[in-house]
């Protein structure tokens, strides 16, 4: 770089930087050799991403496309991360960048501010850069709101975690951020909450650059009484895969392992839940218990069996409306209650399953015939379930009982 720029930039203490629109190195003032090691015949043609710490990269690429994208005349927000150093150490540092020029020929300049020094005082001194840092690295989201509930900064974690850009985001609700069936909800909360003592716990899903979902815990504190902070702080911490293992928990603690079909004690459980919200509706259950099932299991084996009970639970599901609740008692005997549904009703869904039963199955090649006894049930209004099931039972038992005379 020539000329009196050129002699000014070069006699700058702090490191700086010129590259590409796709942050390949183009030149570098002597500050880049003594604060972090690097010299430009060696760096040269390298992409400056390379030398951000793996656990700052995200937040390093956001910025840097930020920074590409602003007018000139704009520089990017503050940005601390951490760069290898020449001698493979890594040094935290403050960067801004500007862009320059239009089109092919634009350029980024980047000053990168080693501080490594206030660092060490902090720790010493008690300075407010230590705070900072560890605010920067911390795993939670920190976001200051003001008054409006708009924001007014954020830590890094924000950039790591969800994808945008600090000074992205900045002046924007914070409800803009949250997926659409919880921004009613945190706003509401945002809206009640005391300004003098308030605080608020509560989970939403953000919403990542990418569309994804990260389930927050959130922690809303209201400051605005505070003569310094005169806004709202808001904690979250990424739950996402806990909460994903516990629905995975609660699906394996609901379902029957082999067939997906609510188990026993789960069927139980939606009825008595439904019976709250439907209690003048009528409903209807069915029994049903395979014919011929046995000598599937004592002439192929329990995993062609098993087959069969699969495909059973498929084909039974297509008999039903998603509304209806489905579910294997054990071994092949299966339950549906019918929303909504009298008698007559009942009758058309067990001659539907009667057929779709009759249909061959085919396990592991093999031609298998079973048929179902569908005992039937039904009831004015939702009730205790429990003799409905005892008279569905004996009813299809009667069903055999006939059959075989």
């Given at each position: 770089?020539?000329?009196?720029?050129?002699?000014?930039?070069?006699?700058?203490p702090?490191?700086?930087?010129?590259?590409?629109?796709?942050?390949i190195?183009?030149?570098?003032n002597?500050?880049?050799w003594?604060?972090?090691?690097?010299?430009?015949?060696?760096w040269?043609?390298?992409?400056?991403?390379?030398a951000?710490?793996?656990?700052?990269?995200?937040?390093?690429?956001?910025?840097?496309?930020?920074?590409?994208?602003?007018?000139?005349?704009?520089?990017?927000v503050?940005?601390?991360?951490r760069l290898?150093?020449?001698?493979?150490?890594?040094?935290?540092?403050?960067?801004?960048?500007?862009?320059?020029?239009?089109?092919?020929?634009?350029r980024?300049?980047?000053?990168?501010?080693?501080?490594?020094?206030?660092?060490?005082i902090?720790?010493?001194?008690?300075?407010?850069?230590?705070?900072?840092a560890?605010?920067?690295h911390?795993?939670?989201v920190?976001?200051?709101?003001d008054p409006?509930?708009?924001?007014r900064?954020?830590?890094?974690?924000?950039?790591?975690?969800?994808?945008?850009?600090?000074?992205?985001?900045?002046?924007?609700?914070l409800?803009?951020?949250?997926?659409p069936?919880?921004?009613?909800?945190?706003a509401?909360?945002l809206?009640k909450?005391d300004?003098?003592?308030?605080?608020?716990?509560?989970?939403?899903?953000?919403?990542?650059?990418?569309?994804?979902?990260?389930?927050?815990s959130?922690t809303?504190?209201?400051?605005?009484?505070?003569?310094v902070?005169?806004?709202?702080?808001?904690?979250?911490?990424?739950?996402?895969?806990?909460?994903?293992?516990?629905?995975?928990?609660?699906r394996?603690?609901?379902?029957?392992?082999l067939?997906?079909?609510?188990?026993?004690?789960?069927?139980?459980?939606?009825?008595?839940?439904?019976s709250?919200?439907?209690e003048?509706?009528?409903?209807?259950v069915?029994?049903?218990?395979?014919?011929g099932?046995?000598?599937?299991?004592?002439?192929l084996?329990?995993?062609?069996?098993?087959?069969?009970?699969?495909?059973?639970?498929?084909?039974?599901?297509?008999?039903?409306h998603?509304?209806?609740?489905?579910?294997r008692?054990?071994g092949?005997?299966?339950?549906?209650?019918?929303?909504n549904?009298r008698?007559?009703?009942?009758?058309?869904v067990a001659?539907?399953?009667r057929e779709?039963?009759r249909e061959?199955?085919?396990?592991?090649?093999?031609f298998?015939?079973?048929?179902?006894?569908v005992?039937?049930?039904?009831?004015?209004?939702?009730?205790?379930v429990?003799?409905?099931?005892?008279?569905?039972?004996?009813?299809?038992?009667?069903?055999?009982?006939?059959r075989?005379?």
């Open positions: 770089m020539d000329g009196l720029l050129g002699e000014i930039l070069e006699g700058l702090d490191p700086v930087l010129v590259v590409d629109e796709h942050g190195i183009e030149w570098t002597p500050a880049t003594e604060q972090l090691g690097h010299r430009l015949e060696a040269e043609g390298h992409n400056v991403l390379e951000v710490h793996p656990d700052d990269l995200e937040m390093a690429l956001a910025a840097f496309g930020s920074i590409a994208e602003r007018p000139h005349n704009e520089s990017s503050l940005l601390a991360l290898r150093h020449g001698n493979g150490s890594w040094v935290p540092i403050e960067l801004r960048g500007r862009a320059l020029g239009t089109g092919d020929g634009r980024l300049v980047v000053v990168a501010r080693n501080v490594s020094d206030r660092h060490r902090a720790m010493d001194g008690g300075d407010p850069i230590l705070l900072r560890l605010i920067h911390s795993s939670a920190l976001v200051l709101l409006d509930f708009r924001i900064s954020a830590s890094s974690e924000l950039t790591r975690l969800l994808g945008y850009d600090l000074l992205a985001v900045e002046g924007r609700e409800t803009s951020l949250i997926a069936p919880d921004r009613e909800v945190v509401d909360c809206l909450l300004p003098v003592h308030g605080q608020a716990l509560l989970e939403a899903d953000f919403l990542t650059t990418t569309g994804n979902r990260v389930r927050l959130l809303i504190s209201d400051l605005r009484q505070d003569e902070i005169n806004g709202l702080l808001v904690s979250g911490v990424d739950v996402t895969a806990l909460r994903n293992t516990e629905a995975a928990l609660r394996m603690a609901e379902l029957d392992t067939t997906g079909l609510l188990n026993r004690a789960a069927l139980m459980q939606r009825v008595h839940h439904s709250r919200l439907v003048s509706t009528p409903l209807a069915l029994f049903c218990d395979l014919d099932f046995k000598a599937v299991n004592d002439a084996g329990h995993a062609a069996g098993d087959l069969v009970l699969q495909e059973v639970a498929t084909r039974l599901q297509r008999c039903v998603t509304d209806d609740l489905l579910a008692l054990g092949d005997e299966f339950v549906i209650i019918l929303h549904c008698e007559s009703g009942a009758r058309v001659e539907r399953i779709a039963i061959p199955f085919l396990p592991m090649g093999n298998v015939s079973v048929g179902v006894s005992g039937i049930a039904c009831a004015d209004q939702w009730q205790s429990e003799p409905l099931l005892e008279s569905a039972d004996a009813d299809m038992y009667e069903v055999k009982r006939q075989r005379a």
